[in-house]
């Protein structure tokens, strides 16, 4: 069973630093890209980020400059560094995989983000 738990959301001021954090199990975590998605309430959710298993990411153009992603297989994680937060930024944030088995697309549950002073 396919599993993403997220965490390391909160409440933080404007230009204030978060770090997410999203543990995988069930899939070959090395092979799978990942992603970081968020949403707010009456929109889509959209991408933020993307990493491939052999480690080149993708910014959302909103982000770049302020946001980081990465991950780490040996602990089946993936991170998102985030800086310089605005209100801007305040959403849900989703995990998000693509394993290589099973093939499909997979969301943890989420983690909220507010950024207000």
């Known amino acids: 069973q396919v599993r993403l738990v997220e965490s390391g959301g909160g409440l933080v001021q404007p230009g204030g630093s978060l770090r997410l954090s999203c543990v995988g199990s069930?899939?070959?975590?090395?092979?799978?890209?990942m992603a970081w998605y968020r949403q707010v309430p009456g929109k889509q959710r959209e991408s933020v980020a993307s990493i491939v298993s052999g480690g080149s990411t993708i910014h959302a153009d909103s982000v770049k400059g302020r946001f980081t992603i990465s991950r780490d297989d040996a602990k089946n994680t993936l991170y998102l560094q985030m800086d310089n937060l605005q209100p801007k930024d305040t959403a849900i944030y989703y995990c998000?995989?693509?394993?290589?088995?099973?093939?499909?697309?997979?969301w943890g549950q989420g983690t909220q983000v507010t950024v207000s002073s």
């Open positions: 998000n995989a693509r394993p290589k088995w099973p093939l499909n697309n997979f």
């Open positions: 069930g899939f070959v975590f090395s092979f799978a890209t």
